[in-house]
Structure formats: C-alpha cells, structure tokens
C-alpha cells in the first residue's frame, strides 16, 4: 500500500511540473485533462482487476499502483510535448 501511495505522490508532483511548464492556458488545459484521464483509466483497469479476481484487496493495491503509473507515464509525456512545443517555437 506504501509503494501505491508513493506512486500517486510521485504522479501529482509530475503532474504539476507537467501542466505548470506549459506556456499558454490551453496547453496546460490539455495536459490536465491527458493526466486525468490516464489516471482514471488506470484506476478503473486496477479496479476491474479486483472484481476480476474477486479479491478487492488486491484490486486496491493495483488500483494505486496503477492509477499513480499511468499518471507518471502522462506527465512524462506532457513535459516532453512543452519540451518539443518549446524547441519548435524557439528555433
């Protein structure tokens, strides 16, 4: 349970680096809406593991981890389009 929560701290602090390092407000728009939904997305995939398995403990845990991964995976994404979305408009 440490490790899921660590990943959703980890996921908002990216998150914030991600939307706050885009220049214009749509941009940062789209980055907030990208991040949330791929943390939905990978909230409901954990939770459908759980009913899946009929373990709902299990379901939690990857609930976190996987709701924290593919947040980070989003920012990750996010800050290389600003970084890109940069170069493009400085060169």
Not at 49 to 69: Q, R, S
């Amino acid at each position: 349970m440490v490790s899921g929560a660590i990943s959703l701290i980890l996921c908002l602090i990216l998150g914030a680096v991600a939307v706050v390092g885009a220049r214009e407000i749509r941009w940062k728009i789209l980055n907030f809406l990208i991040l949330f939904v791929l943390m939905i997305l990978g909230l409901l995939l954990g939770y459908v593991v759980g009913l899946w398995t009929n373990d709902m403990a299990l379901g939690a845990h990857i609930t976190l981890l996987l709701g924290g991964a593919s947040g980070c995976l989003g920012a990750f994404l996010c800050i290389q389009w600003n970084k890109a979305r940069e170069r493009k408009g400085s060169a």
